[in-house]
Structure formats: structure tokens, C-alpha cells
């Protein structure tokens, strides 16, 4: 059974993962943040004491987990890469229509915002990513292709998918998306 205190940290940390991914890194404040998660400012500093940054990577690490636990439910379910990378892109499209296109991909926003001048949170972005491509490179080989190749083809899969989201959320369209699914058909079926 979770604390008091378990329950602070993962209220805060929900309330950034929300925000961040909508407002972005720089449009997030800790304000913003304490009160929508509903805590004490004392708690922040308490739970994340490296401040912002602690609490962004936490919030990106947990987006991250959640999605791959997506990808492996849908991994189960499909009958292959090309019926996966599918399946992801209609969860994640679904769930960027649901939020009137407020949300995309949940690290995204830090990774192009804060990434590239913050060494901890490019490792949280990178580790997160690395962990996706993995999975759809384990699926691949599982589809029979070679570990070099599979490893090409979840890069190729990935940024397919990440470019999708990024158009789909700018143009509040769904019609990227629809692009990317046949293209992914088309990558893996070649």
C-alpha cells in the first residue's frame, strides 16, 4: 500500500507529465504544477529536490513506461511489425484526438524544447526512445528479420511514427497518421 507520500510524488508527477506534454517544458511552471497535482510546495522540494529537472525526467521516464507497456499489449495482440506499428499509431492518434490534439507524443515536446541543452533530460529522452525502438526491433527479429536489419527497420518505424504525431498535432489532422500506417505497411512489406 502506497503512502501519503508515494501518493504526493505521483500526483506531481502526473500533473507534469500532463502539463509538459501540452504546454511544453518552458510553458510548465512548478506553480503550475503544484497545483494541479494538488501538493504542498514543500512536497515538490521534497520528492525532487534537483528541482524542475528531476521532476521533468521522472514525468518523461513514466511516459515513457507507459507507452511501452502499450507497445508490448499491442505486441501480443498483433500478428506482425507492420500490424503493430498500426496498432501503435492508432492508440497514440486516438489519444491525441481525445485531447483536441492538446497532446501527441508524450516526449516529444522535452526532447525538440530541452533536450539539446539539458544533458539529463536528453538521457531520460534518448533511454526512452531507445527502449521503444527496442521493442520494435525484438518484434522484428521475432518476424524473422536479421538483428541488423530489424534494428534499421525500428529506427525507420519510429521515426515514422514520431514524424506523424508531430504533423497530425500541428495540422489537428489525423490524415499524417493515416499516411504513416501505409507507409509502415510499405517499409516492412518490402
Known sequence: MAGRGDETRARLIDATRALVEERGYHGTGLNDVIAAGKAPRGSLYHHFPGGKDELVA????????????????????????????EAVLDALADRMEASGYAKGCPIATVAL???????????????????????????????????????????????????????????????????????????LES
Open 113 to 187: 524544447e530541452a533536450a539539446a541543452g539539458n544533458d539529463a533530460l536528453q538521457r531520460v529522452c534518448a533511454g526512452v526512445y531507445g527502449g521503444w525502438e527496442r521493442a520494435l526491433a525484438d518484434r522484428l527479429v521475432a518476424d524473422g528479420h536479421s538483428p541488423g536489419r530489424a534494428a534499421d527497420l525500428a529506427g525507420s518505424l519510429l521515426a515514422l511514427i514520431e514524424g506523424a504525431l508531430v504533423l497530425a498535432r500541428a495540422q489537428r489532422a489525423r490524415t499524417p497518421v493515416e499516411r504513416a500506417r501505409r507507409s509502415a505497411r510499405a517499409l
Open 58 to 85: 521522472a514525468a518523461v521516464a513514466a511516459s515513457g513506461r507507459e507507452i511501452t507497456e502499450l507497445i508490448a499489449g499491442l505486441a501480443g495482440e498483433a500478428s506482425g511489425t507492420a500490424e503493430l506499428a
